[in-house]
């Protein structure tokens, strides 16, 4: 399975930004996808989930209400659209696929994308 994200950028604070991650290769849309971030000196963190069907979704606590995670099965690409983004959400982001449920651990992830950098200016 290959992971291709993009859409990262330099925004303010308070802007918005609209990563994708298309799928490739032996991929099958019965996969679980999840975005993850990693700030510089931090570890890799999870964002949001989202399951096969694209009918249910897991956020972490603090982005809730921020960001959404959906998925066009059709086009084998996943999104997340960032709004009202804060300097703290600065990190590189990365989109993972699991074979199954989604999860929200980054060791359940088999697969990863090369990462965009999202950087949010105060």
């Known amino acids: 399975v290959q992971l291709q994200a993009s859409g990262g950028g330099l925004v303010q604070a308070g802007g918005s930004l609209r990563l994708s991650c298309a799928a490739s290769?032996?991929?099958?849309?019965?996969?679980?996808m999840g975005w993850f971030r990693q700030a510089p000196g931090k570890e890799r963190e999870f964002v949001a989930s989202?399951?096969?069907?694209?009918?249910?979704?897991d956020y972490a606590d603090s982005v809730k209400g921020r960001f959404t995670i959906s998925r066009n099965s059709a086009k084998n690409t996943v999104y997340l659209q960032m709004n009202s983004l804060k300097p703290e959400d600065t990190a590189v982001y990365y989109c993972?696929?699991?074979?199954?449920?989604?999860?929200?651990?980054?060791?359940?992830?088999?697969?990863w994308g090369q990462g965009t950098l999202v950087t949010v200016s105060s």
């Open positions: 989202i399951n096969w069907r694209g009918d249910s979704t």
């Open positions: 993972a696929a699991r074979k199954g449920t989604m999860e929200n651990k980054r060791y359940e992830y088999s697969d």
């Open positions: 290769g032996r991929f099958s849309s019965l996969y679980g």
